[in-house]
């Protein structure tokens, strides 16, 4: 019980009471009375307030969207014979926030109600929704009721599930959108589907010059590409994939372009997989097909995150030898500053190929680029410290660029790009080897 803001007003009557006993002895048996009645009272509303008046149940979706809000639903339920005016909080979860909270209800005698708030959730994972805590007025206002009602609501928390979807039902579409050319899903020498009227983005070499003569305009060759063929995703969780680029991990923007990709993948007809790693394999989903191969990934993937430890590339290559039989696009995700680690992907690469086909994704920082560059205020200056730290930043962009020369010049696929260019360049890429048939 907590004292209402009314007992407390009542209070101050016998403390102003008190102090005129100063100057007046007779209002001694006055004080002491009315403080009698005011502790009567209190102990009768207490009593009367003891019995719980309100019940709260909680409908919300197990799956959540990180950084969107979601809505979740609480029935009240009042056994008063009397009007209450309740107040609710929630235990969320970590990294969760609300802006609705605490809400505010009245229900009527023996009422129902239903209200909404809405969790915007922070970090991925799985995670509970705790108790409600209920607090409302006893019977004489003196109180205030403070219950907590026990409730485990389990809930998911994926990646924005929600623009993947609108992303990759753009992206099949036969026009440019976020960056995704439409033009690379045609083409190629595969199986003849239909003939078209030719677009800007088309081969030159696909137009057919009868259909052209017969129509007088220009007419293309449209072509089905190979469908059932394998992708692989590798995603790196070692402690190089805990920087942050644009507000997420390095981790993070791999994965939000593994779940559009696979989408994307998945709708065309191919098989998609998962390996994540770090010191050592932490989830593995098989390549399959079909319209739940996508909603694997998902849960294969929405607990993870990046960890405090060295990537071992060759525990990660060695279950893919393992593992995976069937010729594949293994599309690696990761970050290499140092000779070591560089040395050994190289060395890894040589055992995927030519049997798989490799596209590695080293992330292009922004940040170094324009140190090297000497667009910072940083680098700017000619005194301190600017010369020497564009020198070390240009030297990590030319280690970098060696390495991706090198990885090229070895039969492998690189995508040089930053975060923020990750999912489109990547769909690109995708499109582009399916459509040239280099797997």
């Known amino acids: ?63 959540m969207s990180i950084g969107k809000p979601n809505n979740v639903e609480l029935e009240i339920r009042s056994y008063a014979s009397r009007k209450l005016n309740i107040e609710i909080a929630q235990d969320l979860f970590q990294g969760a926030a609300s802006d609705d909270l605490p809400l505010k209800v009245t229900l009527t005698s023996k009422g129902r109600a ?23 007025h006893s019977p004489l206002g003196m109180w205030i009721r403070q219950l907590r009602i026990p409730q485990r609501t389990f809930v998911k928390v994926y990646p924005d599930i929600q623009a993947v979807r609108a992303f990759e039902l753009q992206a099949m579409k036969d026009r440019d959108v976020a960056g995704v050319r439409a033009s690379r899903r045609r083409g190629g020498e595969s199986e003849f589907e239909r003939l078209r009227e030719y677009r800007r983005e088309d081969e030159f070499r696909a137009i057919d010059w009868k259909a052209t003569a017969r129509n007088s305009k220009l007419i293309a060759r449209e072509y089905q590409l190979e469908r059932n063929q394998n992708v692989l995703f590798l995603l790196d969780a070692g402690r190089l994939m805990t920087a942050e680029a644009q507000g997420l991990s390095l981790f993070d923007h791999a994965l939000n372009a593994t779940l559009m990709l696979s989408h994307v993948a998945a709708r065309a007809g191919d098989q998609v997989g998962l390996l994540a790693f770090s010191d050592d394999v932490k ?11 996508a909603s694997r990934i998902v849960q294969a993937a929405y ?137």
Request: overall charge positive; hydrophobic content about 45%; some cysteine.
């Open 303 to 439: 607990h993870l995150h990046p960890d405090i430890t060295e990537t071992n590339f060759a525990a990660a290559i060695e279950q893919v030898g393992f593992r995976v039989k069937k010729r594949t696009l293994i599309v690696l995700f990761t970050q290499v500053v140092d000779d070591v680690a560089a040395a050994e992907l190289l060395r890894l690469m040589r055992g995927l190929l030519p049997r798989h086909l490799p596209l590695l994704v080293p992330f292009r920082d922004i940040e170094i680029d324009a140190l090297a560059l000497g667009q910072t205020e940083e680098t700017t200056t000619a005194t301190g410290s600017g010369p020497f730290v564009r020198a070390a930043a240009a030297e990590l962009v030319s280690f970098r660029d060696k390495l991706v020369r090198e990885l090229k010049r070895r039969g492998a696929h690189v995508l040089d790009c930053t975060p923020g260019e990750l999912t489109p360049a990547l769909i690109n890429r995708y499109l582009e080897i399916k459509a040239r048939h280099l797997l």
């Open 283 to 293: 989830s593995y989903a098989p390549c399959a097909g079909g319209t739940s191969a």
């Open 1 to 63: 019980m907590i004292p209402s803001r009314a007992f407390v007003l009542l209070a101050v009557g016998p403390v102003l009471l008190s102090l005129a006993t100063l100057a007046d002895k007779s209002l001694l048996w006055p004080m002491l009375g009315l403080d009698g009645a005011i502790v009567f009272l209190a102990l009768v509303d207490m009593l009367l307030a003891r019995k719980r008046l309100v019940h709260v149940d909680r409908r919300s979706p197990r799956v």
């Open 114 to 136: 239903r209200v909404k708030y809405r969790v915007t959730p922070g970090r991925r994972g799985a995670y509970e929704l705790g108790d409600h805590f209920v607090r409302y």
